[in-house]
């Protein structure tokens, strides 16, 4: 299906193809700016905080990355997060249950490598909850799905005042990566606390869809926490996890179309050795029982870079679709549009059929407030080279030049 006409109505759109081109989008998060991220680290702490500031802020702030993704050339756009303290520990806000202070697991590599943890505290020394976010201390009840309909409706009339994208997402967390970041102290075991997380999210799962914007699952969980809270199983019992996983994320997308969902799943967003991450081939058969049209996975980390091959030893299948990592997210260098065409067309090669790839980024170039790897200019820089390099793959795959609309 080729990119809808401006002025389309989102609610018409199933999840466009790369029909005529290659597209392009991104995994979610993007910078931002200072003084919006001292309102949102205030909110999340239940400061004080003027709200009148905070609202005229955030009404900027999606702007401004609205207006930037469109000058890269973003086909499939977002509101870059803006709106939040980071990708998953803002649930507690919305949710009642929570309390107290979760002491969530680090990586194995932050353990082995404590000169890490030190370099990590030296550059960010302000940071959101992250690894002492709330517990699940009671029965989860979500209380309120008014902010995040603020959410969307400021992304709409910006997104439509401005005509910019060719569809428009909005990213929401996975049962399981909440499960593994605010721990529970509560359920009887981990899968009733997921059975929970699942029946509750499903408010803001639906709302996503509700509204028109496709649906992007955040699951970090299903390859990540290979190394963080399940570091103590198998590769095959945590196989075993990642179907459970999926099997809550199912839950709660339960009768939205698979193709107006998407799932993201990555090895953590950080610079690091990332050498004991789990192989993409171990978990592939796991992240196809997701009931999802299209997995975002990220092949520009080093450490992942020749998982192309997992995509021919289990290959994806026919009603899915891949929007492969193009461009990482944790370095300031700037990929070559080359680089990122020959990247392209090794993704296309693996799925066999270039109307079934979407290029993207890794991951978030902000997946916590304060915490951004990548400032501001070279991630503009970077996107800008994500569709230049579209342009060029596109260019070879079509036969001839593909012209943007």
């Not at 389309?8 to 989008?25: D, F």
């Not at 960010?124 to 799905?145: H, M, R, V, W």
């Not at 902010?147 to 909005?170: N, T, W």
């Amino acid at each position: 299906m080729s990119p809808r006409a401006r002025g389309a109505r989102l609610e018409e759109v199933l999840l466009i193809t790369s029909s005529e081109r290659i597209l392009t989008t991104h995994v979610g998060s993007l910078p931002r700016n200072d003084t919006l991220s001292q309102l949102l680290v205030k909110r999340e702490a239940g400061e004080p905080y003027d709200k009148a500031q905070f609202d005229a802020e955030t009404d900027n702030a999606v702007g401004h990355v609205v207006e930037e993704q469109t000058r890269a050339g973003i086909d499939i756009g977002n509101d870059g997060e803006q709106q939040r303290v980071g990708f998953q520990t803002y649930v507690p806000q919305r949710m009642a249950g929570f309390g107290g202070e979760s002491k969530r697991r680090r990586g194995r590599e932050f353990e082995e490598f404590p000169e890490l943890v030190k370099y990590l505290l030296n550059r960010f020394p302000q940071t959101s909850k992250q690894q002492n976010a709330p517990e699940c201390q009671g029965e989860l009840t979500y209380l309120d799905i008014a902010p995040l309909q603020s959410e969307i409706a400021r992304f709409k009339r910006i997104a439509a005042a401005s005509g910019a994208f060719a569809e428009c997402f909005m990213t929401a967390p996975s049962p399981g990566i909440i499960s593994s970041t605010m721990l529970n102290a509560h359920y009887a075991s981990h899968n009733a606390y997921l059975a929970a997380i699942a029946r509750e999210m499903r408010n803001e799962y639906q709302a996503i869809h509700r509204a028109g914007l496709i649906l992007q699952i955040d699951a970090p969980d299903l390859a990540m926490d290979r190394t963080m809270m399940f570091r103590d199983l198998s590769d095959a019992e945590f196989v075993r996890a990642c179907e459970r996983g999926v099997a809550a994320i199912n839950t709660g997308i339960e009768g939205i179309p698979r193709d107006r969902v998407r799932l993201h799943v990555c090895y953590g967003n950080w610079e690091g050795p990332h050498i004991h991450d789990i192989a993409l081939e171990k978990i592939l058969p796991a992240l196809y029982e997701a009931k999802v049209g299209a997995l975002s996975i990220e092949f520009s980390n080093p450490r992942h870079a020749h998982e192309y091959r997992a995509l021919k030893a289990c290959p994806l299948p026919k009603h899915m679709m891949l929007i492969p990592g193009v461009i990482e997210t944790t370095s300031n260098f700037v990929e070559h549009p080359e680089v990122v065409a020959r990247r392209i067309e090794e993704a296309v090669a693996a799925v066999g059929e270039r109307e079934r790839v979407i290029a993207s980024t890794d991951c978030g170039f902000g997946t916590f407030t304060n915490r951004e790897w990548v400032i501001e200019p070279v991630v503009w820089l970077k996107l800008t080279a994500l569709s230049h390099g579209a342009d060029i793959a596109s260019s070879r795959l079509w036969g001839k030049p593909r012209a943007r609309s």
